[in-house]
């Protein structure tokens, strides 16, 4: 008889999620120290969500290290991933709650986690000239009325997106053309409305090139949202300001993404997000 295949542990959770089977799902992948970048990759295939937290022991003085994975690439940081591999690693006994730090592309990170949740800082925060507005809104089908008139600058605390402010009616009538939005370098896309009487971004996230289209909760994105607001002067650009982003109504996964950014002089120092985590199934899969 053939040895048993080798088997490694993992759980599916919902991260920014107000409830269960909404937000966005995550597979996490335990002990994955001895797996390849390719095995890696077609475990991450095989979940077919739109990532996977690899988790390893760490090697740059945190508490342990995360390798992020879509169904085709590696990303360096994500949101949700960041989220959810730190709040399954405390609610499975393996880490103390609190903060814990996280070793990833990005850096080491600080991540407070308790029992509903946790809050991911981001990394240093960028910002940088995006595409044309009118170009960008004819790539998503939408056309120069539906802009409010800022910049459509690329922002990011670890992971840039390109950001499009519209007016409310517009966000759900987006349609991204794949073509056109690598045509006009838009890259990951964050479209949104902005209600400042309470602080929300209602977004939709688009990443084709990352090997999803529609994101119903992306954590990176939510960060970016907070540095592109200072920058556009919708949000203080002395001190600490709460903002939160909806995400994923259309799809029909309701997400709450509650987010802080902090400035100076301006411009963003620092962001963070954070958000519910709710395990929804666990098992052992087939190492490839």
């Known amino acids: 008889m053939d040895a048993p295949a080798a088997a490694l542990d993992y759980e599916i959770v919902d ?11 995550l597979a996490v992948v335990f002990d994955a120290d001895d797996l390849t ?7 991450a295939n095989e979940f077919a969500l739109s990532e996977t937290s690899f988790l390893m022991a760490p090697r740059e003085g945190g508490d342990y290290r995360v390798r992020i994975f879509t169904p085709n690439t590696e990303l360096p940081f994500a ?31 600080d991540v407070v986690v308790d029992d509903g949740g946790a809050r991911l800082s981001g990394g240093r925060p ?11 809104a004819e790539a998503l089908g939408l056309t120069p009325a539906d802009l409010v008139g800022q910049p459509a600058d ?50 939709r996230v688009f990443a084709g090139g990352l090997g999803f289209g529609e994101d119903p ?14 920058a556009a002067g919708l949000l203080r650009g002395e001190g600490v300001s709460d903002y939160v982003v909806s995400q994923g109504e259309l799809m029909g996964r309701p997400s709450v993404l509650t987010c802080t950014v902090t400035a100076t002089a301006g411009a963003a120092l620092a962001a963070t997000v954070a ?4 395990p929804v199934a666990s098992g052992r899969i087939r190492v490839p």
């Open 154 to 203: 690329v922002a990011g605390c670890g992971l840039p997106f390109t950001y499009l402010h519209v007016h409310p009616d517009a966000v759900d009538r987006a349609v991204p053309d794949p073509a056109a939005l690598e045509r006009v370098g838009g890259g990951g896309v964050s479209v949104f409305s902005w209600d400042h009487t309470t602080a929300t971004a209602r977004a």
């Open 79 to 109: 949101g949700h991933p960041s989220v959810g591999a730190a709040h399954t690693l405390v609610r499975t006994g393996r880490l103390r709650a609190g903060t814990v730090r996280q070793e990833c592309g990005a850096g080491v990170l």
């Open 126 to 136: 960028t910002l940088e000239e995006g595409p044309d507005p009118a170009d960008l």
């Open 275 to 278: 958000g519910a985590v709710v």
């Open 37 to 43: 970048t390719a095995q890696c990759q077609a475990l």
């Open 15 to 25: 991260v920014f999620a107000p409830r269960p089977f909404a937000g966005n799902p």
């Open 217 to 230: 909760a992306t954590g990176s994105a939510a960060l970016g949202t907070g540095v592109w607001l200072v």
